[in-house]
């Protein structure tokens, strides 16, 4: 990636209580409404980002308007570099092995996110914008 992307979208798990915390704190850093932020429980979510209830409850995703699409670790960095406007995040990802403990970090995380504390879910916040 040459160019930091202008937007992306970020799916998450909109019933993890842990999952609404770390979107709403990525948010944080977004002063400039650069992220969409949806639940995959989204009506429609989903179908228009070619994405299945399996991948999306597996991990967060980030999708470029160009179509590039990122998974768990590497979502959360590109989040914060389009929030930040900064590239810094998303380069340090990529380093080799910054990549592969954030990647085991994420990975054990996703896990046992329902033992992590959090705020009230996303989809407990705003049913109506939830299916299901």
């Known amino acids: 990636m040459r160019r930091l992307p ?4 970020i799916i998450f798990d909109g019933s993890c209580n842990f999952c609404t915390w770390s979107v709403e704190l990525v948010k944080r850093f977004d002063d400039h409404d ?4 949806v639940p995959f429980q989204g009506d429609g979510v989903l179908s228009e980002h070619k994405l299945s209830q399996i991948e999306t409850e597996a991990a967060a995703w980030a999708i470029t308007p160009s179509g590039n699409r990122y998974r768990g670790a590497a979502a959360i960095n590109l989040a914060l570099s389009v929030a930040l406007g900064s590239r810094l995040p998303i ?3 990529k380093l080799p092995l910054i990549q592969q403990a954030q990647d085991a970090i994420y990975a054990a995380i996703a896990r046992n996110r329902t033992r992590f504390r959090g705020v009230t879910p996303y989809c407990k916040q705003h049913p109506e914008a939830c299916v299901g």
Do not use: E, G
């Open 6 to 9: 202008a937007r992306a979208t």
């Open 34 to 37: 650069r992220l969409h932020i």
């Open 91 to 93: 380069m340090l990802y």
